[in-house]
């Protein structure tokens, strides 16, 4: 088990341009989740997928926002037109289905997005 | 609202000297209250789950604790190694599993 991982660590982009992440989580864990962090904040929940369904998305995941996860497995974000305000890290995490099993949620180790 | 509540925003400590980082929350029903360490540019690494008042976890120098109102994180001894954001967050009933609620984080020094 390789835990949570993202792709890319690290994406400069300049504003008005469409970015895409990867995240593929643990192979036995059918939930997944998107958090965005920005600097000296903790983590904000934006969406989550029970194996394909996308089951909530938060207000802050505004209509240039998409996730998808087809096929239940790796997910990818995409942020389209993006602006400066869109700067963060942006995390992934992964559960079994009962967060309550040891280990709760795993996190990657984020992709840290940065507009110019 | 649900709000979770880390003090203090920074914590310095000499090495070996003990201490204790507090997270107050408010939600709706607490599902489980986690604790994550983070280093930076690292993504938030897994500690601990609490899940009902009076219930205790330890991992080395590191123990949690709950309230109905509050968590502490209780660091004996700390060496350098320990230096890290740490990272409170509530999952509160009546919402989705996937809406975890962090608090800012407490970002510990430990000087050798």
Known sequence: ?116 | EDQVTQSPEALRLQEGESSSLNCSYTVSGLRGLFWYRQDPGKGPEFLFTLYSAGEEKEKERLKATLTKKESFLHITAPKPEDSATYLCAALPYGGSQGNLIFGKGTKLSVKP
């Not at chain 1, 690290?10 to 192979?27: A, E, L």
């Not at chain 1, 996730?67 to 992934?92: H, N, V, W």
């Open chain 1, 1 to 116: 088990d390789t835990g949570v991982s993202q792709d890319p660590r690290h994406k400069i982009t300049k504003r008005g341009q469409n970015v895409t992440f990867r995240c593929d989580p643990i192979s036995e864990h059918n939930r997944l989740y998107w958090y965005r962090q920005t600097l000296g904040q903790g983590p904000e929940f934006l969406t989550y997928f029970q194996n394909e369904a996308q089951l909530e998305k938060s207000r802050l995941l505004s209509d240039r926002f998409s996730a998808e996860r087809p096929k239940g497995s790796f997910s990818t974000l995409e942020i389209q037109r993006t602006e400066q305000g869109d700067s963060a890290m942006y995390l992934c995490a992964s559960s079994p289905e009962w967060v309550g099993r040891p280990g709760g949620y795993t996190f990657g180790s984020g992709t840290r997005l940065t507009v110019v």
